[in-house]
C-alpha cells in the first residue's frame, strides 16, 4: 500500500518539502506520496488526530506549529525534547514520536565546510527559536567555544542556562559583538534580519571579521543575504540556509525510510525551484 507522508503548516502553499520528498521517493523507488497540509493553529489538535487515524507514516511540522505539537504526540526525542520544538513526526504502529532534525541538520550542513568544529570558536547571533536548536546541537557536537549575541541580552542569558549540553558560552550584545568579532572563527546568523522583502538590513557590522572566517546565515531567501555578500567581499568563507533546510529534510528522510539521501541532488531541486544560483 502506498505510504503517505507530508508536512503541516500555516502557511504552507509554498513548501519546497512535497517537491524534494516526492523526488526522493521516486529516486529510491519508494511508493510514497508526500502531501503539503495547510493546517490552522485552531485545528491543529484535530489534524493531529487525522493524521494518526489515517496511519499517515510521517510529517514534518513547520510554523507555527513546532511548539504547540509537543503535547499532542505520543513520544518526544530527547534533544527535540530540550529543544522545544518538533520538526519531524514519524508513525511506529500507530505511535507519534516526534523528532527536531534543524539543529542536526544545520550541523551536519556546517562540517560540510568547517572541520573540526570542536576546535572552532563560535559565535551565533540570535537567540529565538531557530537559534535554540542550532545552539543545542552545536553544543551536542562539542563546540569550543559558542557565544551568543541578541539584541535582548536576557534571552541569550535564557538559552545558554537552559542548553542540557556542556558549552562554554557567553552572552553579548549585538554591539558587543561587533567589538569582539576578530575573536570567532565562525559566525552563524539565525535572525530574520536581511530576509526578504527587508534585504538591505544587517544585524551586525563585520568591520572587525577575523580573516579566513567562515558566516553562515540559515537564511534562504534571499540566497546571498547582505551579511553574506559582505562577508564575501572581506574574503569569508559563507554559507547560506539552503543547506540547512536540505539538510533537515535528509535526517527526516532517514528517519522515515532508513535511507540517508543524495543531499546534492535535493539541494538541486530546490535551487531549481527557486529559480537561482547558491553560493
Ligand atoms: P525564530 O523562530 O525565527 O528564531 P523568534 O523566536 O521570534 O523567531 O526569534 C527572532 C530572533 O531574531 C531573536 O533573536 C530576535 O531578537 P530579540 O530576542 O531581541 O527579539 C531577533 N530579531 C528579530 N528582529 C530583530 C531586529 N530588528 N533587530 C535585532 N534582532 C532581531
Redesign the pocket.
Known amino acids: 500500500m502506498k505510504k503517505l507522508f507530508g508536512v503541516i503548516g500555516d502557511p504552507i502553499a509554498h513548501s519546497m518539502s512535497p517537491l524534494m520528498h516526492n523526488d526522493l521517493f521516486q529516486l529510491y523507488q519508494l511508493d510514497a506520496h508526500y502531501f503539503p497540509f495547510h493546517v490552522k493553529k485552531e485545528n491543529l489538535a484535530d489534524a493531529i488526530k487525522g493524521l494518526k487515524v489515517l496511519g499517515v507514516s510521517g510529517f514534518n511540522v513547520t ?1 507555527p506549529h513546532k511548539v504547540d505539537i509537543i503535547p499532542l504526540l505520543d513520544e518526544i526525542d530527547p534533544l527535540a525534547k530540550a529543544i522545544g520544538a518538533v520538526n519531524t513526526v514519524v508513525n511506529v504502529d500507530g505511535k507519534l514520536i516526534g523528532y527536531n532534525t534543524d539543529g542536526n541538520g544545520y550541523v551536519r550542513a556546517l562540517t560540510n565546510y568547517v572541520h573540526h568544529i570542536e576546535d572552532k570558536r563560535m559565535l551565533m ?8 536548536g542550532l545552539f543545542f546541537s552545536l553544543a551536542s557536537a562539542g563546540v569550543k567555544r559558542l557565544d551568543v549575541a ?3 541580552v536576557e ?1 541569550a542569558d535564557a538559552l545558554i542556562e537552559e542548553c542540557p549540553y556542556e558549552v562554554k558560552a557567553n552572552s553579548l550584545s ?1 554591539k558587543d559583538a561587533e567589538l569582539a568579532l576578530a575573536e570567532y572563527d565562525c559566525v552563524i546568523q ?4 536581511g530576509m526578504a522583502p527587508k534585504t538591505d ?1 544587517l ?1 551586525i557590522n563585520l568591520e572587525r571579521l577575523k580573516a579566513g572566517a567562515f558566516v553562515s546565515d540559515i537564511i534562504y531567501n534571499p540566497l546571498e543575504t547582505r551579511l553574506l555578500t559582505e562577508a564575501k567581499e572581506r574574503k569569508a568563507s559563507i554559507q547560506n540556509g539552503l543547506d540547512m533546510f536540505v539538510y533537515q529534510g535528509a535526517l527526516a528522510f532517514e528517519l522515515w525510510t532508513g535511507i540517508f539521501p543524495d543531499t546534492e541532488r535535493m539541494r538541486k531541486t530546490v535551487e531549481m525551484q527557486l529559480g537561482g544560483k547558491t553560493c
Do not use: D, Q, Y
Request: charged share 20%; net charge positive; hydrophobic share 35%.
Open positions: 510554523v547571533i540570535g537567540a529565538g527559536g531557530a537559534a535554540r541578541n539584541r535582548t534571552k549585538l539565525t535572525t530574520s534580519i538590513e544585524p
